[in-house]
């Protein structure tokens, strides 16, 4: 499966963004999908996941609250809804996917988008 991130974009701090993740040459249904981000001489970090039917969805603490994972499998798209956002929000944000496994560790993911960037001017 190929994943295409987007959405991301310069935003104020308290704003608002919505990034999607894009899936094609799978079926979609059978892909847990994660985001995570990764800040300037920082670790990649664990964001969000959802699991392939979407019935549940899990969040790193830094973002619980004020982020919110969905997907549309209809449409072979994850999104992820960020509220609130906070300077420390800053950073290249990636879903990846995973045919059985929806948990925090990246290294668990097979398929990964490219990123997008996401930066909170405070």
């Known amino acids: 499966v190929q994943l295409q991130a987007s959405g991301g974009g310069l935003v104020q701090a308290g704003g608002s963004l919505r990034l999607s993740c894009a899936a094609s040459?799978?079926?979609?249904?059978?892909?847990?999908v994660a985001w995570f981000r990764q800040a300037p001489g920082k670790e990649r970090e664990f964001v969000a996941t959802?699991?392939?039917?979407?019935?549940?969805?899990y969040y790193g603490d830094s973002v619980k609250g004020r982020f919110t994972v969905s997907r549309d499998n209809a449409r072979n798209t994850v999104y992820l809804q960020m509220n609130s956002l906070k300077s420390e929000d800053t950073g290249v944000y990636y879903c990846?996917?995973?045919?059985?496994?929806?948990?925090?560790?990246?290294?668990?993911?097979?398929?990964w988008g490219q990123g997008t960037q996401v930066t909170v001017s405070s």
């Open positions: 959802i699991t392939w039917s979407g019935t549940r969805t």
């Open positions: 040459g799978g079926t979609f249904s059978n892909y847990a």
């Open positions: 990846a996917a995973s045919t059985d496994y929806y948990g925090m560790a990246k290294s668990s993911y097979d398929y």
